[in-house]
C-alpha cells in the first residue's frame, strides 16, 4: 500500500505513507491543517478510495431514539436514501454525521429482517425443504456487541417498537445514550462510522484518535478497526508518542514547529529516547482495574475478545504485556512490578509458541501458566467447534465435516512440520553465556596475574559449555526428536497435540474463511456467541485455572 505525496509545506520533497501511519507533532505543528490537505488532495494520491474524515475537537451528541418523523422521513424512510444522506457526510464532521449512521444502521436491520421473512415465506411454499433460513445479524446488533467488547460492562439496547436506545451499566436501572461519557460517545460514533459503515477500501483521516479516551483504551478501539479493516489506509495525527508506538503503525512523520521540517521515521524507536518518556506501557490499564489478567503480545483486538468471553466477568481487565518473560515479570510482581498496583490481583497467561518443556517449566508459577494450545486462537480452531460455529453463522451452503477439519489441520502441520521442528530446536539450543566470578572469590584475588588467570578459567568453563550443548551430534538428537514428535502426532491424528505445536494465528485465518466469516475477528465473535465453554474440555480446563477470586 505504499503511496508517496508531496505536502504543501515542502513540495519538493516525496513522503511514503503505507497502511498506517501517523503524523506526530506537538500543539501549534500545523497536524490538523495537514490532515485536511490530505482530505481534499485524495483523490490525486489514493484515486477511488473512500474518504472517512474525523474532526479534532468534536463534541458527540446523542439523540435517544431512532423513530423517523415527518421531518426526516424522506431522508430516512427507505435504505437507498438513508445511505444517500449518510454518504454525503463522509467528508464532513463525525459529530454532524453520527445519527445518520445510527438511522442507516436501523434502517439495514429492517431491510435484514424484510428479506428474511420473504426468504422463510419462500421455504415454507416450497414444503420446507432443507433447514430454515438463518437471519443475518442485524448491523445495529453486531454495533452493540463491538461497544461492549471495548465497555465490557455496558449493554445498550433497541427498543423494536419505539425506537428507543437505553444503557445498562453492571445490571443497574437503564438510561439513555445522551448520558453516556464523552468518552464512551466517542467510542460509540467511530464504531458505528468506520467499524460497521466503513468500506474495506476507505482512506481513514483520523485527528485526535485519543480524544476522550484513556491511552489503553485509545490503542484496544483503533487496533480493532484496523484488524477488522485490512485494506483500508489510515491516518492519523496525534501528540500522543504511545498511540505512536503501536505494533500497528507503519510509518511516523514527526512534524516541527517550522514548516522546514518534517522527520519520516519507519521505526519510531529512532525518536530520541528524551521523547519516548511516554505513558508507562500497560500500567494505566492495571491500574484502573482490581483483576489483571495478563498475556502475551501487545495487539489487544484478538485476546481482547477471546479472554473475556472465557472469564465471563467484566471486572477483568486484559493486558497484554509482550514476551512470556514479561508475562511472569508481571504476574510474579518481579522488579518495578514488585510496587505496582499491590492490591490488584494479578494473573499471567503464556502462549506456549515453540517454547522447550524446559522453558515452559521456568515461566510457570502459581499466579502464571502455559496455554495448553500454540497460542491463544488455537482454541477456536477445534474441529468441533469450527462445524458448529459454521453450522450456527448460516452463511455457507455446505458445511464441513469435523473429519475434513482434522484434514485440513494435519495437512497445514505437514507443510510447516520442517519449520516447526527447527524453531522448537532454537529454543531448546539457546544457551546463556557469561563469563564471572563470584564475589567470595572475586574479593580473595590480590593481584593482576591472579584475576588474569581465573577470567581466562572462567572464559575456557564458558567455552566448554557451549560447546557441549552446541555440538553436532546435540543438535542432530534434538531435530531427529522434534520430528519424531511431528510424525507421532500426525500418524495418531491427536488434533490437540498438533494445536500446540501448530501458529494458531495463521491457522483460524483458515477456519475464519471456512465458516463464511469476513475475518478472524469476525469468526471470533461469531465463537464467542455460538460457543459454550462447558462443552469443551480444553476451553474449561483454561477457564478454571485462572486464579481469580
Not at 63 to 71: G, I
Amino acid at each position: 500500500m505504499e503511496t508517496k505525496i508531496k505536502l504543501s509545506r515542502l513540495p519538493e520533497e516525496e513522503f511514503i505513507f503505507n497502511r498506517i501511519n501517523i503524523l506526530l507533532g506537538a500543539n501549534g505543528t500545523g497536524k490538523s491543517k495537514l490532515l485536511k490537505e490530505l482530505r481534499d488532495q485524495a483523490p490525486n494520491f489514493y484515486g477511488d478510495r473512500t474518504v472517512i474524515f474525523v474532526e479534532g475537537g468534536r463534541t458527540i451528541k446523542l439523540t435517544n431514539s431512532l423513530q423517523l418523523n415527518r421531518n426526516n422521513f424522506q431522508q430516512y424512510g427507505t435504505l437507498q436514501t438513508a445511505n444517500q444522506t449518510f454518504q454525503n457526510k463522509r467528508k464532513t464532521t463525525l459529530s454532524d454525521r453520527v445519527m445518520d449512521a445510527l438511522l442507516l444502521l436501523d434502517r439495514m436491520g429492517q431491510e435484514i429482517r424484510g428479506e428474511h421473512s420473504d426468504k422463510v415465506n419462500e421455504w415454507q411454499k416450497n414444503g420446507q425443504n432443507g433447514p430454515m433460513p438463518l437471519r443475518e445479524e442485524p448491523p445495529l446488533t453486531k454495533l452493540f456487541t463491538l461497544f461492549s467488547e471495548i465497555f465490557p460492562s455496558i449493554q445498550l439496547k433497541l427498543d423494536s417498537a419505539n425506537k428507543s436506545i437505553t444503557c445498562i451499566k453492571n445490571g443497574s436501572a437503564p438510561y439513555n445514550p445522551s448520558e453516556l461519557s464523552d468518552g464512551e460517545k466517542q467510542v460509540l460514533s467511530i464504531l458505528a462510522d468506520i467499524a460497521i459503515l466503513g468500506d474495506d477500501k476507505s482512506l481513514i483521516l483520523v485527528d485526535e484518535p485519543e480524544l476522550n479516551l484513556n491511552p489503553s483504551l485509545a490503542c484496544r478501539v483503533w487496533d480493532t478497526i484496523e484488524n477488522d479493516l485490512p485494506n483500508c489506509v489510515f491516518i492519523y495525527t496525534t501528540h500522543n508518542v504511545g498511540f505512536s508506538m503501536r505494533a500497528n503503525v507503519d510509518n511516523v512523520l514527526v512534524l516541527s514547529n517550522t514548516n522546514e521540517n518534517i522527520s519520516e521515521i519507519s521505526n519510531i524507536g529512532e525518536i530520541d529516547g528524551n521523547d519516548l518518556r511516554a505513558l508507562l506501557g500497560s500500567i494505566p490499564a492495571i491500574l484502573s482495574t482490581s483483576n489483571a489478567l495478563i498475556t502475551e503480545g501487545r495487539e489487544t483486538s484478538f485476546d481482547s475478545i477471546f479472554y473475556r468471553w472465557l472469564v465471563g466477568r467484566t471486572d477483568i481487565e486484559i493486558v497484554p504485556m509482550g514476551s512470556g518473560s514479561d508475562v511472569q515479570a508481571v504476574a510474579n510482581r518481579l522488579g518495578v512490578w514488585n510496587v505496582v498496583a499491590p492490591s490488584v490481583k494479578l494473573f499471567g497467561v503464556f502462549d506456549r509458541d515453540y517454547k522447550s518443556n524446559e522453558t515452559i517449566g521456568s515461566l510457570t508459577s502459581d499466579n502464571c501458566i502455559p496455554l495448553a494450545f500454540h497460542e491463544a486462537e488455537s482454541y477456536f480452531c477445534l474441529p468441533k467447534a469450527v462445524v458448529k460455529v459454521t453450522e450456527k453463522m448460516g452463511l455457507k451452503g455446505t458445511i464441513p465435516s469435523i473429519e475434513e477439519i482434522e484434514n485440513l489441520i494435519i495437512s497445514e502441520f505437514e507443510n510447516q512440520k520442517l519449520e516447526i521442528s527447527a524453531q522448537r530446536v532454537f529454543d531448546k539450543a539457546k544457551i546463556n553465556l557469561a563469563v564471572s566470578i563470584p564475589k567470595t572469590e572475586l574479593k580473595q584475588i590480590d593481584t593482576v596475574e591472579a584475576l588474569e588467570s581465573k577470567l581466562i578459567e572462567e572464559s575456557k568453563n564458558q567455552t566448554e559449555f557451549a560447546t557441549a550443548n552446541l555440538d553436532d551430534e546435540k543438535i542432530k538428537s534434538h531435530l531427529k526428536a522434534e520430528l519424531d514428535f511431528c510424525e507421532q502426532a500426525i500418524n495418531e491424528r491427536n488434533i490437540e497435540l498438533i494445536l500446540s505445536l501448530l501458529p494458531g494465528k495463521s491457522l483460524i485465518a483458515k477456519m475464519s474463511s471456512i465458516s463464511g466469516a469476513r475475518n478472524p475477528s469476525d469468526y471470533a465473535r461469531a465463537c464467542t456467541k455460538h460457543l459454550s465453554i462447558e462443552e469443551y474440555v480444553p476451553f474449561k480446563k483454561l477457564k478454571d485455572s485462572l486464579k481469580f477470586e
